[in-house]
């Protein structure tokens, strides 16, 4: 006789971390959005724009960065370590490529944003969000026995 379990990923973070993850979601591609107008149109204050958007997140990701390392060994991470240490690093690289991307940023006058700054926001955004699927995705699991 052949039954099916079905097994469910939960989240491993509390509410807490959830609307502190919401902040590097929302502001990092908000970030290059602001970056890809500036490169477009050369209006400096869309280069002044991204510069607070990624200090914002960088603050954020800074704090989820703390989180992610406490939820590591004393949270719901520590049932789910494969999984949490993945989270980890994924969050500590989301934030080191936001502080260089802030340094970036900082430069003075044509060459505060240019391709590199664009990449950078860009690779900001693509972490922030495998951070949030890591961390809140739900994937369905099917177990066969026999």
């Given at each position: 006789?052949?039954?099916?379990?079905?097994?469910?990923?939960?989240?491993?973070?509390?509410?807490?971390?959830?609307?502190?993850?919401?902040?590097?979601?929302?502001l990092?591609?908000?970030?290059?959005?602001?970056?890809?107008?500036?490169?477009?149109?050369?209006?400096?204050?869309?280069?002044?724009?991204?510069?607070?958007?990624?200090?914002?997140?960088?603050?954020?990701?800074?704090?989820?960065?703390?989180?992610?390392?406490?939820?590591?060994?004393?949270?719901?991470?520590?049932?789910?370590r494969?999984?949490?240490?993945l989270?980890?690093?994924?969050?500590?690289?989301?934030?080191?490529?936001?502080?260089?991307?802030?340094?970036?940023?900082?430069?003075?006058?044509?060459?505060?944003?240019?391709?590199?700054?664009?990449?950078?926001?860009?690779?900001?955004?693509?972490?922030?969000?495998?951070?949030?699927?890591?961390?809140?995705?739900s994937?369905?699991?099917?177990?066969?026995?026999?």
């Amino acid at each position: 006789m052949d039954r099916t379990v079905n097994l469910q990923k939960q989240p491993f973070t509390n509410t807490l971390h959830a609307i502190v993850l919401a902040f590097p979601v929302a502001l990092y591609p908000s970030a290059w959005l602001a970056d890809i107008a500036y490169y477009n149109t050369a209006v400096i204050q869309w280069t002044n724009f991204a510069s607070w958007l990624i200090a914002g997140a960088d603050l954020f990701a800074g704090i989820l960065l703390l989180f992610a390392v406490l939820g590591l060994f004393f949270g719901h991470a520590r049932h789910a370590r494969g999984r949490g240490l993945l989270y980890l690093i994924v969050v500590a690289a989301m934030f080191v490529t936001g502080v260089v991307n802030a340094f970036h940023h900082a430069r003075d006058g044509w060459h505060s944003v240019g391709m590199t700054g664009l990449v950078l926001s860009a690779v900001c955004t693509v972490l922030a969000l495998i951070a949030a699927v890591i961390a809140y995705g739900s994937i369905e699991q099917r177990e066969e026995r026999p």
